[in-house]
Each structure stands twice: as C-alpha cells, then as structure tokens.
C-alpha cells in the first residue's frame, strides 16, 4: 500500500512570509507525528495527533507554528512569519496506534532566504 | 523524557554481523525500545521494536537485556545499503531521537 506522502517536497519562502506543510499518512493509521530535522541532527519532535485531536504539542517551538488534523487523516503544519531558523526538513510520521513502529515520509525541506 | 545513550559511530565489514549498543538505563516499565535507521536523505526507517523479549524480523533482531536497561540491535549479516544513522529510542507518547549511531560498512 501507499506510504507516508509529504507535500511540496521542496519549499522555499522570503523571511515573514506563511507557509503550509501537508502530510497523508497511512489509511487506517490513528497516530500522526511531525518533526523536524536539521543537518546533522536526529529528528526533533514537534506534534503528535490521536485522530483529530492534539494529543501533545509540546514541542512545537513557538506560536508561530500550528498543526491541525481536522479528520483524522490529512495533517497541514502552518508556519508563520518565517524566520530563517526555521530552515529544516520537516518529517511526518504515522503509525496504526499509540505505540506501534511509526512510519516516516520523505520530508519537505523548506529554506527561509 | 526517558534517555538514550549510544556510540557516535561504528565500523562493520560487509557480510558480518553487526551489533549496535543502545543504553537506555531510566526506562520505565511501560517504555518501548524502538529502532529507526536513517539513510542520507530520506527519512528514518522502522527497523524494529520490542517491550521484553527479544525479537525477530526480517531486518534485524532485538535483544533486550533483562533489567531492560540496555539493548542491541543486530544485522546478521551488513551489506553496504545498511551504512546509515542508527537511531534507538524510547516510545511511549511523543518519541525523542538522540543523536543516534552512524555505521560504516566497508566492502
């Protein structure tokens, strides 16, 4: 079956402007993380959903970063007003439930000039 | 967060077995261990997860000491496409990723 898919897989905006990360996790697959990634560092966590609700989102880094998941499946990571440390790959993750193997998309990288 | 501690790097030759440590001595009873591998590029792969015992798949197997405060992860035989970062984490709900093992594998 189709795996984790991540759109656009490349992304690159002007500092200050909006941007959207969109994540199809796995059909059926209750749980949904992001992260994010920088060069040479191991995934940092962001959010993790349990279906359409937040379930912990502690690690988003400010609040200018929001995720929502409004059915259950489709997840979109909104940034706003970039800054150009928010340069990185953003990963998303989905797995069957709560403590299951999590299953990773390619990633977007997004690069804030 | 429940911890994780393991090697910067390790070196393996081709078609023998490979046996990556991972120390984990905070976890709690219900703290799975998981292992994700990361190739250049592309996102972490599952590779394999465990709570006690030790298991088995078609990647790798786990072996899960008794006090649960260590593990090892083990390629039976490397090839050169498992040259990657080997993560070892500890999952309950949201999941920390360390810094993780990068393995070399020489032909």
């Known amino acids: 079956g189709a795996g984790v898919s991540q759109t656009p897989s490349n992304k690159v905006t002007e500092k200050g402007k909006y941007v959207e990360l969109r994540c199809d996790p796995i059909?059926?697959?209750?749980?949904l993380y992001w992260y994010r990634q920088s060069l040479g560092q191991g995934p940092e966590f962001l959010i993790y959903?349990?279906?359409?609700?937040?379930?912990?989102d502690s690690g988003l880094p400010n609040d200018r970063f929001f995720a929502v998941r409004p059915e259950g499946s489709v997840s979109t990571l909104k940034i706003q007003r970039t800054e150009r440390g928010d340069s990185a790959v953003y990963l998303c993750?989905?797995?069957?439930?709560?403590?299951?193997?999590?299953?990773f998309g390619p990633g977007t990288r997004l690069t804030v000039t | 967060d429940a911890k994780t501690t393991q090697p910067n790097s390790m070196e393996s030759n081709e078609e023998e077995p490979v046996h990556l440590p991972c120390n984990h001595s905070?976890?709690?009873?219900?703290?799975?261990i998981h292992w994700y591998r990361q190739l250049p590029s592309q996102g972490p792969e599952y590779v394999i997860h465990?709570?006690?015992s030790n298991v088995n798949n078609r990647m790798a197997s786990l072996a899960i000491a008794e006090d649960r405060k260590s593990s090892t992860l083990i390629l039976h035989r490397a090839t050169l496409r498992d040259a990657a970062v080997y993560y070892c984490?500890?999952?309950?709900?949201?999941?920390?990723f360390g810094g993780g093992t990068r393995l070399m594998v020489k032909p």
């Open positions: 059909s059926g697959h209750t749980a």
């Open positions: 984490i500890l999952r309950d709900e949201r999941v920390t």
């Open positions: 993750a989905s797995s069957l439930n709560e403590g299951g193997g999590q299953y």
């Open positions: 465990g709570l006690t």
């Open positions: 905070t976890i709690s009873g219900t703290d799975y």
């Open positions: 959903f349990q279906g359409t609700g937040a379930a912990d």
